[in-house]
């Protein structure tokens, strides 16, 4: 199976267009360290012919300019895409505005929970993806489904499950306790196998928090993408960019106790891949103590344009 990193960043991308931090100033003066990144988003494929999106960010005619793989097959008709399905982890900006790029009469089919599909279906501007082509299938949590292309199948089978997690921003309703309604199928994690290997790998950008059932999930994977949006949970306060802690906005931090780096210490994963990376996170820069701190406990940074075979 042939995965490529489209985007690695998280909302925003490196640089964010307003924003005058260090690590966006540096993307955006060409630093030798600091690398642009755009929004988080990979593609999956079994036969190299076909390619599955998980997720589709606002990048996405960009992405799809940066990776060959992703041009109309030059051989093919006059209008044709090797993007064959989209499946979805959320509903967030990042994840889902980028299939309003995808709306000029390519036949594809769009997976998603019942929670992120009722969003899709609320939001009329979706229709821009002719219904009579585009397929919207819903997903059920804990169900493996065979990711079927308009012509037949993928090749690739996707487990999606609940992950903690917090609904999109812009659906936020603060409620009395405290919590902002966030359901499950707000935020899924996926497990991508592909038949003909039957090797498989997790796909998680967003997780609020490791709990039991999770980490007894992903426990021995042979890969995992994660949630790499801060390195610590202040540090977009520490930075004077947004009054929210990584918690807040349902995201985990790489350090200290509560961090990513100490929670999948014994889970025995084989390649392990920070994913959604926030352009406040000190990670991004290539030779910075943090990111010796995560590469000296096997992690990688998963860059645009990264090319992994499993
Ligand atoms: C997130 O990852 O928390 C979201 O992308 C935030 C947002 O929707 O702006
Ligand atoms: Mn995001």
Known sequence: MKIKVLGSGAGGGLPQWNCNAVNSKDARSGHEFVKPRSQSSIAVSSNEKDWVLLNASPDIRQQIFDNKELHPHENGPIR?????AVVLTNGDVDHVTGLLCLREGHPFNLYASNRVLG???ANTIFNVLNPEKVNRIETQ????????????????????????????????????????????????????KEFSSGKGFYYIPGCAEVDQPLRERITGAEMIFFDGTLYTNNEM?????????????????????????????????????????????????????????????????SYDGMEVTL
């Not at 990513?260 to 352009?279: A, C, G, P, Q, V």
Request: net charge negative.
């Open 80 to 84: 044709n895409s090797p993007i064959q």
């Open 141 to 192: 949590l804990n169900t493996p489904f065979e990711v079927m292309t308009p012509n037949g199948s993928a090749g690739i089978e996707i487990t999606p499950f609940n992950v903690p997690g917090k609904v999109a921003l812009y659906l936020e309703e603060k409620k009395a306790d405290g919590t902002f309604g966030t359901q499950e199928g707000d935020t899924i994690g996926l497990f991508v």
């Open 119 to 121: 969003t899709i279906n």
């Open 237 to 301: 306060l520490d930075q004077g960019l947004l009054p929210k802690t990584g918690e807040r906005m349902g995201h985990m931090n790489m350090s200290g106790d509560d961090g990513t780096l100490k929670i999948f210490e014994d889970m025995n994963i084989d390649r392990k891949i920070y994913i959604h990376i926030n352009n406040s996170n000190p990670v991004l820069r290539d030779n910075s103590d943090e990111r010796k701190a995560i590469e000296n406990k096997g992690w990688e940074v």
